[in-house]
């Protein structure tokens, strides 16, 4: 088995956790604030990965480059945009059309892979990607009441588009971040990650912290009530993270996000086993999808 297969699904598995944990603090905060303790209570453990690596484990530092730096603020960037309306859509009463729509960030991670770096994915892992997508989409929309007409209406709606731009822009930021650590060139992907990982939370953390000091100041006060919460968000955030930023480092990361989509198996099996909630033949079947893409992904 190739080592980012391993790594991708911990990646996925961490960032369950970390989702869940974000829609709770959604409860005590507004969406910026949620959106900011992922990088400001997580840069204190990109720090610490960073210096394990390099005190404990004895790997030399990575050089960082003007090309790094620009992929970083455009990874950057366009995250927290990714992550500001991912949250913004547990907003409304009916997010799960959105949600589903936002899940097509491996497709469209292809497809930014092949503008920005020239990564053409072969067909069969274009065919898992494709999978794993319709599966996702099915469990999304599971118990939404669907036809013909009401699936048209879905395309066009708010929460559809809204979770649209976030597939987009989670697209770019994680080609983005692939580009940035390969271009470091060295030392290991390890070293790589981590380092991607810390300027990449570092410059959000400013980012954010700038915004919510010009604009909205009151968060500050909610983030600090919630900071229990908000260290455990940062932990899990930071170690998926830099599971993500070692997976693309290695691979495609189209392909990487394809394999995380395993996460929506994780959220799934939590919400039958351990609150008991009866599922359908549609989330059935979207289960059934997913693993079918993810065993073509794994086999090609």
Same mark, same amino acid.
């Given at each position: 088995m190739e080592l980012w297969i391993p790594i991708t699904i911990a990646a996925a598995f961490l960032q369950n956790l970390r989702s869940a944990a974000q829609k709770h603090l959604k409860g005590v905060m507004g969406t910026t604030g949620a959106t900011f303790v992922r990088f400001g209570f997580g840069l204190p453990f990109a720090v610490l990965f960073l210096?394990?690596?390099?005190?404990?484990?004895?790997?030399?530092?990575?050089?960082?480059?003007?090309?790094?730096?620009?992929?970083?603020?455009? +990874?950057? !960037?366009?995250? @927290?945009?990714? =992550?500001? *309306?991912?949250?913004?859509?547990? %907003?409304?009463?009916?997010?799960?059309?959105?949600?589903?729509?936002?899940?097509?960030?491996?497709?469209?991670?292809?497809?930014?892979?092949?503008?920005?770096?020239?990564?053409?994915?072969?067909? +069969?892992? !274009?065919?898992? @990607?494709?999978? =794993?997508? *319709?599966?996702?989409?099915?469990? %999304?929309?599971?118990?939404?009441?669907?036809?013909?007409?009401?699936?048209?209406?879905?395309?066009?709606?708010?929460?559809?588009?809204?979770?649209?731009s976030s597939g987009t822009l989670f697209g770019i930021a994680a080609v983005a971040y692939r580009a940035a650590s390969l271009s470091l060139g060295g030392p290991n992907f390890m070293m790589q990650a981590a380092t991607t990982l810390l300027f990449t939370i570092f410059f959000q953390t400013v980012v954010m912290l700038g915004w919510i000091i010009w604009k909205e100041r009151a968060e500050l006060a909610h983030i600090a009530k919630a900071w229990k919460a908000s260290l455990f968000v940062g932990l899990v955030g930071a170690s998926a993270s830099f599971g993500w930023f070692a997976a693309m480092t290695l691979q495609q990361a189209a392909v990487v996000k394809a394999l995380a989509q395993v996460e929506m198996i994780f959220t799934f099996a939590s919400t039958v086993y351990f609150f008991r909630e009866k599922i359908n033949a549609t989330e059935v079947a979207g289960c059934a999808l997913i693993v079918t893409g993810i065993i073509v992904l794994v086999l090609v």
């Amino acid at each position: 088995m190739e080592l980012w297969i391993p790594i991708t699904i911990a990646a996925a598995f961490l960032q369950n956790l970390r989702s869940a944990a974000q829609k709770h603090l959604k409860g005590v905060m507004g969406t910026t604030g949620a959106t900011f303790v992922r990088f400001g209570f997580g840069l204190p453990f990109a720090v610490l990965f960073l210096a394990l690596l390099h005190l404990a484990a004895g790997y030399p530092l990575a050089r960082p480059n003007g090309g790094f730096l620009a992929w970083v603020i455009v +990874g950057g !960037l366009t995250q @927290i945009g990714a =992550t500001f *309306l991912l949250i913004h859509l547990f %907003s409304f009463r009916n997010f799960a059309v959105g949600t589903a729509y936002s899940r097509t960030e491996p497709a469209q991670a292809a497809v930014f892979g092949l503008i920005f770096l020239g990564e053409l994915a072969g067909a +069969g892992a !274009l065919v898992a @990607i494709a999978i =794993t997508v *319709l599966g996702v989409m099915a469990i %999304s929309v599971a118990h939404v009441p669907m036809s013909w007409r009401n699936l048209l209406a879905s395309l066009v709606s708010r929460n559809a588009l809204i979770g649209l731009s976030s597939g987009t822009l989670f697209g770019i930021a994680a080609v983005a971040y692939r580009a940035a650590s390969l271009s470091l060139g060295g030392p290991n992907f390890m070293m790589q990650a981590a380092t991607t990982l810390l300027f990449t939370i570092f410059f959000q953390t400013v980012v954010m912290l700038g915004w919510i000091i010009w604009k909205e100041r009151a968060e500050l006060a909610h983030i600090a009530k919630a900071w229990k919460a908000s260290l455990f968000v940062g932990l899990v955030g930071a170690s998926a993270s830099f599971g993500w930023f070692a997976a693309m480092t290695l691979q495609q990361a189209a392909v990487v996000k394809a394999l995380a989509q395993v996460e929506m198996i994780f959220t799934f099996a939590s919400t039958v086993y351990f609150f008991r909630e009866k599922i359908n033949a549609t989330e059935v079947a979207g289960c059934a999808l997913i693993v079918t893409g993810i065993i073509v992904l794994v086999l090609v």
